[in-house]
């Protein structure tokens, strides 16, 4: 699922989500599957219990979280786990924004990408060095 909006100004997962999103996607995601009692006691700030699950059920209408419900009546209660890893999630979001910012930008991209190395870690260039050289071999 690709999120329509990334926020360039905001930092991890702030530029996909907003605050409370990206806080509770974080709380889904160390759990695994939880209630919304769960995830409103482990919040930073107190909110209401219908704010958290109307969070909750809107990243579930998104198709980040998926929703079970177990129980009837006064004992029915909701569980919530994550459509994909965070691993896979960001895995995800990061390739369509690199192939988006490459078909629209192309060379800008490329130059503006190696110039970030020169404050990155040696290893990254490293990394890069050998994944060309694999695409090289693959597409020759």
Partial sequence: MKVQRMKLNEEGLNRFFGPLEAQIMDIVWKAG?????????SLDEELSYTAVMTVLNRLHEKGHLLKSTTGKGRNRISYYQPSQ?????????????THGLVQEYGSLVV????????????ELLETLEKRLQEWKRENT
């Fill in 111 to 122: 130059n503006h990408f190696l110039d970030a190395f020169e404050q990155a870690d040696p």
């Fill in 33 to 41: 599957h939880i209630n919304v009692k769960e995830v409103q006691s």
């Fill in 85 to 97: 890893s965070k691993e896979e999630f960001l895995r995800e979001q990061t390739k369509a924004v």
